[in-house]
Every structure is written in structure tokens, then in C-alpha cells.
């Protein structure tokens, strides 16, 4: 089974693009989200630390949209800066731990992990490609005959091939 309720924290930093004349621009700004959400919080009082449920007070502070943009800079996962930026600035940061407590940053990754964006979508690519060879073994007919919705996947069992890695 896979897992489908998440905790999310707010780790590390992440590229926000500048957005100018009602267009993104190549220019961006580097924001350390807990700071950021910290801040955002003792500016209204909000007593954070105690462990309470905050929504209501976030509600009553009416600061819902700058928690929603903290909260979609937390999940956003690809970090790049433009290329009059720093076009080799390429990091994928997650907001989640894994099982051994640690969040991934592909800055700090060994080798056998992907370094950035593109290495992790050659990764997933790959990954596909482990699925469909399973299911064309496992489904192939002395006929022949081999039914292409075989290779159709779901989110549900995406997530659980690759979380429970049944590709090993």
C-alpha cells in the first residue's frame, strides 16, 4: 500500500522567480522558508511554539495567502535560478524526511541519487520504463496477445511501486 498522508516541513531554502508587469521575470529571490514563517508569525503575535492549531488564528490575521505562499514554496521541490542568474543552479530540495529522518537535498546527495531536476526526471523515466518491462513479463501471452492497458498505471499504484520499491 502506499502512502498517501504527508507531513511537510519547512526546510532549507527555495528560489522564488520575481513576478513584474504581470509576467515572471528572470529574476528571483532566495528565501529561507522557516525564517520566513517565523517571522510572518511573530509579526502577529501568534504564539506558534506552544503546538496548538494555528488555523483560526491565521484566519483572524488574516494572512492566509502569505501562509499558502510559504506553504507552495515548501512543497515546491525544483529549485532553479535563471540562466542570466546562475544557469547550473539546479536543486531539488524535499520537504518530507525519509525513513531514516533526513531530507533530501540534492546538494548534498552522493552519487547514487540524482543531482538535480533533469537527473531526477531520467530517474522517474527509468523507473516507468522498470514498470512496464514487469508488466509485459508478467503479462505476456504464449499467443502474443499482450493488452496495452497493462501498461496504464494509476497514481495509487505508481506511488506504491515506487515507495515499496517493487521494482526490486
Known amino acids: 500500500m502506499s502512502k498517501s498522508s504527508w507531513s511537510v516541513y519547512t526546510y532549507g531554502v527555495r528560489i522564488k522567480r520575481r513576478f513584474v508587469n504581470g509576467r515572471f521575470s528572470n529574476e528571483s529571490d532566495t528565501i529561507d522558508i ?17 503546538g496548538h492549531d494555528l488555523r483560526q488564528d491565521i484566519i483572524d490575521y488574516e494572512i492566509v495567502q502569505h501562509i499558502f505562499e510559504i506553504f507552495r514554496l515548501t512543497v515546491q521541490m525544483r529549485n532553479s535560478l535563471s540562466e542570466l542568474e546562475d544557469r547550473d543552479y539546479d536543486r531539488l530540495i524535499s520537504p518530507v524526511l525519509n525513513e531514516n529522518n533526513i531530507f533530501y537535498d540534492s546538494a548534498k546527495a552522493g552519487d547514487a541519487l540524482p543531482k538535480d ?15 512496464e518491462i514487469k508488466q509485459i513479463t508478467e503479462n505476456w501471452k504464449e499467443d502474443g496477445k499482450f ?13 506504491d511501486f515506487i515507495q515499496n520499491k517493487r521494482y526490486l
Open 34 to 50: 522557516t525564517k520566513d514563517m517565523e517571522k510572518t508569525l511573530e509579526m502577529t503575535d501568534i504564539n506558534w511554539r506552544d
Open 117 to 131: 531536476a533533469d537527473a531526477n526526471g531520467a530517474y522517474c523515466i527509468a523507473l516507468k520504463g522498470l514498470y
Open 147 to 159: 493488452s496495452r492497458d497493462k501498461l496504464k498505471i494509476s497514481n495509487k499504484d505508481w506511488f
